[in-house]
């Protein structure tokens, strides 16, 4: 799951672990770029950027409607891919487009099977259960306005996810998420940073910047049900990490770990 804006001219530290956890000079992968508004250019950008990184193949998987999404010639791209990457843009255009159509299926079986599932941007926010797509980011959190929450694709439960995170001052909207549902974590995202989330429900940082991570499991109080959805948003007791590059977190013990600790963790994921 990346933030958003990741580097795709320089040393490309994120794309180029996409290629590697999707095989490396074995990968096939394919591009989804439903969420995006320019979708040809967006597919072409990351098919050329992934072939230079050592993608065996790189194809390309426009979508313009929900009767595309429901060819079964459109989901049998899917069918022998090492990797699958969402561009960015509109998260809603997603869900609306592929929810319960056989793309959807095929990508969950893909997910299922052990497949990489990448996304940057709106395709990061589209992995969890219920995702963010929207809110106001340049005043206090109020209960109101601050997030406006939708279904997302299901791929991972129980987190909320939010990107170009430090860079768009999106701290309020995660918090007003997070406590309507105090038991689902939330991850802010920055820029050019990703979190590579292991089977084993452990995650590490990569990228050059942070992921922050809001766990709201021990709030003592909140006005997020009072009737007066003007007034500023009131939490207490919330619990936020900041991890850097090589920095973990275990999604189910809801801790963070050093980087030391991490490697042990991936590997023990692994085996």
Not at 11 to 34: F, Q
Not at 79 to 90: K, L, N, R, S, W
Not at 135 to 162: F, H, N, Q
């Amino acid at each position: 799951m990346i933030g958003g804006a990741e580097d795709r001219t320089g040393e490309c530290v994120i794309l180029r672990e996409v290629v590697r956890l999707s095989g490396g000079r074995d990968a096939a992968i394919v591009v989804v770029t439903a969420a995006s508004e320019d979708q040809e250019a967006a597919g072409e950008t990351y098919q050329r950027v992934l072939l230079k990184l050592g993608a065996k193949s790189v194809s390309i998987l426009n979508l313009t409607s929900r009767t595309q999404a429901q060819r079964p010639e459109e989901a049998s791209v899917l069918e022998h891919a090492t990797g699958v990457f969402m561009t960015g843009g509109d998260q809603l255009r997603i869900t609306a487009m592929l929810g319960g159509t056989p793309v959807y299926r095929a990508i969950q079986e893909r997910y299922e099977e052990g497949v990489v599932i990448c996304g940057t941007s709106a395709g990061a926010s589209v992995m969890s259960g219920a995702m963010i797509v929207g809110g106001r980011e340049d005043e206090a959190p109020t209960k109101e306005r601050s997030v406006r929450m939708a279904p997302g694709l299901g791929l991972v439960e129980e987190v909320v996810i939010d990107q170009h995170f430090a860079q768009r001052g999106r701290i309020g909207r995660l918090l007003s998420a997070v406590a309507q549902n105090p038991y689902v974590l939330g991850l802010g995202i920055d820029e050019d940073t990703a979190v590579i989330l292991e089977a084993n429900g452990v995650f590490r940082v990569t990228g050059n910047n942070s992921v922050t991570v809001v766990d709201g499991t021990g709030i003592t109080h909140s006005n997020v049900t009072e009737s007066d959805f003007s007034k500023i948003l009131a939490l207490t007791d919330v619990v936020i990490h900041v991890l850097p590059r090589n920095y973990g977190f275990d999604l189910a013990a809801r801790r963070p770990a050093l980087p030391a600790e991490v490697s042990g963790w991936i590997q023990k994921g692994s085996e």
